[in-house]
């Protein structure tokens, strides 16, 4: 069975993937999608935070074996999913089979104000301190989006808006989620999984030079789209779709070591 395993970010749950797990489906045609949520979010929105990675790691073991599950995985992970993605696979490099990192950034590859933009600052606290559930999804919407027009934006936003209502995530399992993500440091070797990096030009919530060093210091497989903003998959889901299954065949014809020239498919290739 070749599951995929799909790991969201700060504040978003499985609901948050839109048509993305779909999309995935149709480019990996033998595909199994899981899109478990983190404590804290979605069906696990009255559970604590963790406050560190490592327990989120040991969380989402638990829910997968749980559902009966069963290793290896490939874990495509956004954000700070993408640093649960690189403790797990340090951690248990048996029980994955690949990962795909999105728009993620970890020390000590990248600075505090490249992890989270320095202009983002102010309205981010403005929101901590002012609050209020509507002002919080039209922010994280303006950091995390740039597609659609006006009524495809406010049509997004009245669904986040529902999942928030029905799941809500707490100020306080923010705040650990936050805390988790600016401590965590990525371990000091290099996961022994083969990896893609998936970067977006247009990422106005974290500096696109987080992904673009991992993926130098790794040697990691790297690709950037254009535009797209710092959630990608809901930006560009079929760009990211394709990206994986180019590099899934990339990667199983590769009979020797890969090249740093970009492809015909775009996906940079590790040295």
Same mark, same amino acid.
């Given at each position: 069975m070749n599951t995929w395993v799909l790991l969201r970010g700060l504040m978003r749950e499985q609901r948050h993937w839109g048509r993305f797990?779909?999309? &995935?489906?149709? =480019? &990996? =045609?033998? =595909?199994?999608?899981?899109?478990?949520? &983190?404590p804290g979010n979605g069906r696990h929105h009255a559970l604590p935070s963790a406050t560190t990675v490592a327990e989120t790691v040991e969380f989402c073991r638990a829910e997968l074996r749980a559902r009966g599950v069963p290793a290896p995985y490939s874990l495509l992970a956004l954000s700070l999913g993408g640093m649960v993605a690189v403790e797990w696979a340090s951690r248990y490099p048996q029980e994955i089979a690949r990962c795909v990192l999105i728009n993620t950034s970890m020390r000590p590859y990248s600075r505090f104000h490249q992890r989270l933009r320095w202009q983002n600052y102010p309205s981010i606290l403005k929101q901590l301190w002012q609050g209020g559930v509507e002002n919080q999804e039209r922010l994280i919407l303006r950091l995390t989006s740039r597609e659609g027009d006006a009524t495809e934006r406010e049509g997004l936003l009245k669904r986040w808006l529902g999942y928030q209502r029905e799941c809500p995530v707490t100020r306080h399992n923010a705040l650990r989620q936050l805390w988790s993500a =600016? %401590?965590? %440091?990525a371990p000091p070797l290099r996961p022994r999984v083969p990896l893609l990096v998936l970067s977006s030009v247009g990422d106005q919530l974290v500096d696109p030079r987080c992904s673009a060093n991992l993926a130098s210091a790794w040697q990691a497989d790297h690709a950037v789209h254009p535009n797209a903003g710092h959630d990608l998959p809901l930006d560009a889901g079929e760009w990211v779709a394709q990206m994986v299954a180019d590099w899934l065949i990339l990667d199983g014809a590769s009979g020797g070591p890969p090249v740093a020239t970009p492809g015909p498919t775009g996906v940079r290739r590790g040295r």
């Amino acid at each position: 069975m070749n599951t995929w395993v799909l790991l969201r970010g700060l504040m978003r749950e499985q609901r948050h993937w839109g048509r993305f797990p779909g999309q &995935l489906s149709e =480019a &990996l =045609a033998d =595909a199994v999608i899981v899109t478990p949520d &983190l404590p804290g979010n979605g069906r696990h929105h009255a559970l604590p935070s963790a406050t560190t990675v490592a327990e989120t790691v040991e969380f989402c073991r638990a829910e997968l074996r749980a559902r009966g599950v069963p290793a290896p995985y490939s874990l495509l992970a956004l954000s700070l999913g993408g640093m649960v993605a690189v403790e797990w696979a340090s951690r248990y490099p048996q029980e994955i089979a690949r990962c795909v990192l999105i728009n993620t950034s970890m020390r000590p590859y990248s600075r505090f104000h490249q992890r989270l933009r320095w202009q983002n600052y102010p309205s981010i606290l403005k929101q901590l301190w002012q609050g209020g559930v509507e002002n919080q999804e039209r922010l994280i919407l303006r950091l995390t989006s740039r597609e659609g027009d006006a009524t495809e934006r406010e049509g997004l936003l009245k669904r986040w808006l529902g999942y928030q209502r029905e799941c809500p995530v707490t100020r306080h399992n923010a705040l650990r989620q936050l805390w988790s993500a =600016a %401590r965590f %440091r990525a371990p000091p070797l290099r996961p022994r999984v083969p990896l893609l990096v998936l970067s977006s030009v247009g990422d106005q919530l974290v500096d696109p030079r987080c992904s673009a060093n991992l993926a130098s210091a790794w040697q990691a497989d790297h690709a950037v789209h254009p535009n797209a903003g710092h959630d990608l998959p809901l930006d560009a889901g079929e760009w990211v779709a394709q990206m994986v299954a180019d590099w899934l065949i990339l990667d199983g014809a590769s009979g020797g070591p890969p090249v740093a020239t970009p492809g015909p498919t775009g996906v940079r290739r590790g040295r």
